[in-house]
């Protein structure tokens, strides 16, 4: 019942297919012997060692799938008896095939010498040797695929991370922009209809982007800047000259690829941790630099207890942008200017 519940967790077509071919590789070794050597029924003998060491890998496969042991190094002693026993049954059986053919090389008849002890110590002893390369096969056979799995988990873990941390951000942003957005829009309205429509676009805009997905968490720098774009122009509208914002990204980077909502929090850090007025505005620079996006703005008299919160989210966009490259954060900070350079990665999937 043991191998049939438990053979589904196995790819046993795949590991019996190289099995097969390791078998092959083992007893095709005696033919380079056999070019000097002349052996008698050699073709016949390699047949049958065939035969008998691919039936001790796959009884020793079948053995380790009942016992649903994935690491049969470290197996329990049961098994390892079992796995011996079998391997003994076999090689006493191609053992005596060979004697019966006559078949047997002069060393090994003369170990015999037609004594039944002789006989089955000479299986015991093939047993064993054979016993320990099939375990050392069966190891790396069964660890290679586990440790595969293993990757592979780990890497669909990593995806869910990712897409858990976007939808955090999505959550943690939204509620309080919104607030402000539609509060603003309802000044608007009052005030200057016109202006009021073209936010009320921005914003539409806004949310739709900001709801992007990727099966691989990026998105393009074209997405990316459209997002801050519309995000700044609503600030603008809201504040109007006490927010200044220049994008220069060339056409060739367009299509390169940025952690999803990297650039957009880095903005509205900017808003967020800085007073700015009219006569001292805020500029908001967006630039590509050799590979590499550039968010710079002056720093206006920061908010002292906004601190914590800044270094949390820049701390958070490293661990995002570790998934993909190593050392693409890059934080420049000095009495008059705060700068982050991000990391482009390359469309062509380079970063994998």
């Known amino acids: 019942m043991g191998f049939i519940c438990y053979q589904h967790r196995y790819p046993l077509k795949y590991w019996i297919k190289r099995s097969a071919a390791f078998s092959l590789c083992i007893v095709s070794i005696p033919i380079i012997n056999a070019i000097y050597t002349d052996q008698a029924n050699f073709w016949l003998n390699t047949c049958i060692s065939f035969a008998g060491l691919f039936s001790i890998i796959v009884s020793s496969l079948a053995i380790h799938v009942h016992f649903d042991v994935k690491d049969p190094i470290k197996s329990p002693t049961k098994v390892k008896v079992l796995v011996f026993l079998v391997t003994f049954i076999i090689c006493k059986g191609t053992l005596a095939l060979f004697y019966y053919l006559g078949t047997l090389s002069p060393e090994e008849n003369k170990i015999i010498g037609g004594s039944l002890f002789n006989f089955i110590f000479l299986a015991a002893f093939r047993a064993a040797v054979i016993d320990f390369i099939v375990l050392l096969w069966l190891y790396f056979l069964m660890t290679d695929y586990f440790k595969n799995q293993l990757e592979l988990e780990r890497s669909k873990l990593d995806k869910l991370k990712e897409r858990a941390v976007n939808q955090m951000l999505r959550q943690q942003v939204q509620p309080h922009f919104l607030f402000n957005a539609l509060s603003s829009l309802k000044s608007l ?32 720098v074209q997405q990316e800047l459209k997002l801050c774009e519309d995000y700044l122009s609503m600030q603008k509208l809201r504040f109007n000259e006490a927010i200044q914002f220049n994008i220069q990204v060339s056409e060739n980077v367009q299509q390169d690829l940025l952690p999803i909502f990297s650039l957009q929090p880095l903005v509205d850090n900017a808003l967020k941790h800085n007073f700015y007025t009219i006569g001292h505005p805020l500029f908001i620079t967006i630039r590509e630099q050799s590979g590499w996006i550039v968010v710079s703005n002056n720093v206006c008299l920061r908010k002292p207890s906004t601190g914590e919160n800044n270094n949390y989210g820049l701390n958070n966009l490293k661990e995002r942008f570790s998934y993909y490259l190593q050392d693409s954060v890059i934080i420049h900070e000095n009495v008059t200017t705060f700068e982050v350079q991000l990391k482009l990665i390359q469309h062509e999937n380079d970063h994998h």
């Open 189 to 220: 309205i009052k005030k200057d209809s016109a202006k009021a429509e073209s936010y009320l676009l921005q914003l539409s805009d806004y949310l739709r982007g900001s709801f992007m997905t990727s099966e691989d968490g990026l998105a393009t």
